[in-house]
């Protein structure tokens, strides 16, 4: 497991010290094509100054690809950010609107459920709860769904329903 892992850094750095190499070697071929020193060198070797050229391009695209492939990350890290924030802001909204009650003002037909499925605690009768419009039997201690929903879900953990339809 250990020698795994190893090996896989081992190789992530090696594959970086080839291509800062290869970008110094860019760096420096740019320097050496587009030096006035190197202008004679066209007229009297102009396939070495074709061939030359060409590398140069490659190694253009081929940092180009590192490039936007960096820029994709930080977007796509950006937009999960923000979506995050969105999640957490709309869920100090959610947490206005939930109804709280005690356990034992809730309607007779609880049911078989003696537990919050959140943190699988027995309800007391003075337990205050909130029961979600989804169904009459999906209540949960307050302290459970209000960190559920500060993680961002607005979801009933037990049916997946939204719990405010106006944040989904």
């Given at each position: 497991?250990?020698r795994?892992?190893?090996?896989?850094?081992?190789r992530?750095?090696?594959?970086?010290?080839?291509?800062c190499?290869?970008?110094?070697?860019?760096?420096?071929?740019n320097?050496?094509?587009?030096?006035?020193?190197?202008?004679?060198?066209?007229?009297?070797?102009?396939m070495?100054?074709y061939?030359?050229?060409?590398?140069?391009?490659?190694?253009?695209?081929?940092?180009?690809?590192?490039?936007?492939?960096?820029?994709?990350?930080?977007?796509?890290?950006?937009?999960?950010y923000?979506?995050?924030?969105?999640?957490?802001?709309?869920?100090?909204h959610?947490?206005?609107?939930?109804?709280?009650?005690?356990?034992?003002?809730l309607?007779?037909?609880?049911?078989?459920?003696?537990?919050?499925i959140?943190?699988?605690?027995?309800?007391?009768?003075?337990?205050?709860?909130?029961?979600?419009?989804?169904?009459?039997k999906?209540?949960?201690?307050?302290?459970?769904?209000?960190?559920?929903i500060?993680?961002?879900?607005?979801?009933?953990?037990?049916?997946?329903?939204?719990?405010?339809?106006?944040?989904?």
């Amino acid at each position: 497991m250990h020698r795994q892992r190893f090996r896989r850094v081992f190789r992530a750095c090696v594959s970086t010290a080839a291509e800062c190499l290869l970008l110094g070697w860019l760096v420096y071929g740019n320097v050496m094509f587009f030096s006035s020193e190197s202008i004679g060198c066209s007229i009297t070797t102009p396939m070495l100054t074709y061939f030359m050229l060409a590398v140069l391009i490659i190694g253009y695209v081929h940092f180009l690809v590192y490039v936007c492939l960096i820029f994709i990350v930080l977007a796509v890290l950006f937009l999960r950010y923000k979506l995050k924030r969105r999640k957490l802001n709309n869920s100090v909204h959610i947490l206005r609107n939930l109804t709280k009650t005690t356990y034992g003002q809730l309607p007779s037909p609880k049911g078989d459920d003696k537990e919050c499925i959140i943190c699988w605690a027995e309800y007391a009768e003075s337990d205050e709860v909130v029961k979600l419009g989804c169904n009459a039997k999906h209540f949960f201690h307050t302290a459970c769904i209000e960190s559920w929903i500060k993680k961002g879900n607005n979801s009933c953990p037990m049916c997946r329903e939204p719990v405010d339809r106006n944040f989904e």
